[in-house]
């Protein structure tokens, strides 16, 4: 369902039916969980933030970038710099806009696991949206590790086994095989055509995601790899809400923490859990 401004939503739906905007907004209206907005303009940049979700989703899965466990993490240098713990932390001086883009336009130089990836993607969408200025004025001080986040866009995890494009779901893989444990489970884009999209694997069915899991678990298992209930969604009311206020430049922001856990492709989910327990 949903809400503008307190009350239910008038009118129909105005984008061509077969527009990724037109089944973003239907998927929304027949959820049965409300999806309130405060305005129209609100509920229209959630359905813009995760088309192009969507978009860098695919533009990722087109590029060189490949997947890499976090101790061979690789980025262009002239914007990066890799931490020890495996993580991308932008260069001073650097414009985020610029160091965001670069990873699409130089993808052949960057290499990252599946859950930076999907950070990665959350920003480059937002950064198409808000456009370059406020982008650089919410995110100064982009570090690229897991799924460490700004503030100042928000993720948040819901059980649901309804999906939406632009969110991203959890494919566990319970019986992974511990050679190879960065496939204990794949983050995956909410793509439109029932596929989905997982750095690493690609774009896939439900059904060929988890045929691809269950070939990476130990070799005498008989315990599939499975869809979760958790879904990952970028917080794009508060995001808007943000790009209405100018912030000054001057302003330094407080450092948030990072949970360097040295764990590949992890759900938002136990990336909140290691959070708490700090």
């Given at each position: 369902?949903?809400?503008?401004s307190?009350?239910?939503?008038?009118?129909?739906?105005?984008?061509?039916?077969?527009?990724?905007e037109?089944?973003?907004?239907?998927r929304?209206?027949d959820?049965?969980?409300?999806?309130?907005y405060r305005?129209?303009?609100?509920l229209?940049?959630?359905?813009?933030?995760?088309?192009?979700?969507?978009?860098?989703?695919?533009?990722?899965?087109?590029?060189?970038a490949?997947?890499?466990l976090?101790?061979?993490?690789?980025?262009?240098?002239?914007?990066?710099?890799?931490?020890?713990a495996?993580?991308?932390r932008?260069?001073?001086g650097?414009?985020?806009s610029?160091?965001?883009?670069?990873?699409?336009?130089?993808?052949?130089?960057?290499?990252f696991?599946c859950?930076?990836?999907?950070?990665?993607?959350?920003?480059?969408?937002?950064l198409?949206?808000?456009g370059?200025?406020?982008f650089?004025?919410?995110f100064p001080?982009?570090?690229?590790?897991?799924?460490?986040?700004?503030?100042d866009f928000?993720?948040?995890?819901?059980?649901t086994h309804?999906?939406?494009?632009?969110?991203?779901?959890?494919?566990?893989n319970?019986?992974?095989?511990?050679?190879?444990?960065?496939?204990?489970?794949?983050?995956?884009?909410?793509?439109?055509n029932?596929?989905?999209?997982g750095h690493g694997?690609g774009?896939?069915t439900?059904?060929e995601?988890?045929?691809?899991?269950?070939?990476?678990?130990?070799p005498d298992s008989?315990q599939?790899?499975?869809?979760?209930?958790?879904?990952?969604?970028?917080d794009?009311?508060?995001?808007f809400?943000q790009?209405?206020?100018?912030?000054?430049?001057?302003?330094?922001?407080?450092?948030s923490?990072v949970?360097?856990?040295?764990?590949?492709?992890?759900?938002h989910?136990?990336?909140?859990r290691?959070l708490?327990?700090?």
């Amino acid at each position: 369902m949903i809400q503008v401004s307190d009350a239910p939503l008038a009118g129909e739906n105005d984008w061509p039916p077969d527009s990724i905007e037109f089944d973003i907004f239907e998927r929304l209206k027949d959820d049965s969980a409300m999806h309130a907005y405060r305005s129209s303009n609100a509920l229209t940049f959630d359905i813009n933030i995760r088309k192009h979700i969507t978009l860098s989703a695919k533009a990722l899965n087109e590029s060189r970038a490949t997947f890499e466990l976090f101790t061979a993490t690789r980025a262009n240098k002239e914007y990066w710099e890799i931490t020890n713990a495996g993580g991308i932390r932008l260069r001073y001086g650097v414009e985020p806009s610029r160091g965001i883009q670069d990873i699409f336009d130089n993808s052949d130089l960057y290499g990252f696991e599946c859950a930076t990836a999907m950070v990665i993607i959350f920003y480059h969408a937002a950064l198409q949206v808000i456009g370059s200025r406020i982008f650089n004025e919410l995110f100064p001080n982009i570090y690229l590790y897991s799924w460490h986040f700004d503030s100042d866009f928000g993720l948040e995890s819901v059980r649901t086994h309804y999906f939406i494009p632009g969110d991203v779901v959890y494919f566990n893989n319970p019986d992974f095989n511990v050679q190879s444990p960065q496939w204990r489970g794949e983050n995956a884009v909410v793509l439109d055509n029932d596929t989905y999209f997982g750095h690493g694997i690609g774009i896939q069915t439900e059904a060929e995601m988890i045929d691809i899991l269950n070939e990476l678990r130990n070799p005498d298992s008989t315990q599939s790899a499975y869809l979760t209930n958790v879904v990952t969604r970028t917080d794009n009311e508060h995001l808007f809400n943000q790009t209405l206020s100018f912030r000054s430049p001057w302003i330094q922001k407080q450092p948030s923490i990072v949970v360097q856990h040295n764990k590949n492709s992890i759900s938002h989910q136990q990336y909140l859990r290691y959070l708490k327990n700090l």
